[in-house]
Structures are given as C-alpha cells and as structure tokens.
C-alpha cells in the first residue's frame, strides 16, 4: 500500500510534467492561430 508522502510525490511528479508539456502545447497554438489582418482604416 502506498503512503501519503509517496502519493504526494508521485502526483506532484505528475503535475510537475503535465504543466510543462501544457505550456508547450499552448505556446505552439498560439503561433498557430496568429491571424493576419490588413494594416489599414476601413470606412
């Protein structure tokens, strides 16, 4: 049976490694959808 401190560690493990792979997946979408719009005044 595992411990309380080991529990511990092993979901501070996995939210250590889900935060960084999100903020990479997030950064990439946002290159992604980049929209370009005209550079003038519309009436």
């Known amino acids: 049976m595992i411990n309380l401190v080991?529990?511990?560690c092993h979901v501070d493990d996995f939210y250590?490694?889900?935060?960084s792979a999100y903020q990479?997946?997030?950064l990439?979408?946002?290159v992604?959808?980049?929209k370009?719009?005209?550079c003038?005044?519309?009436l």
């Open 6 to 8: 080991e529990l511990f």
């Open 16 to 19: 250590q490694h889900f935060m």
């Open 24 to 26: 990479k997946m997030l």
């Open 28 to 30: 990439e979408q946002q």
């Open 32 to 34: 992604k959808h980049h």
């Open 36 to 38: 370009t719009r005209e």
């Open 40 to 42: 003038s005044l519309k």
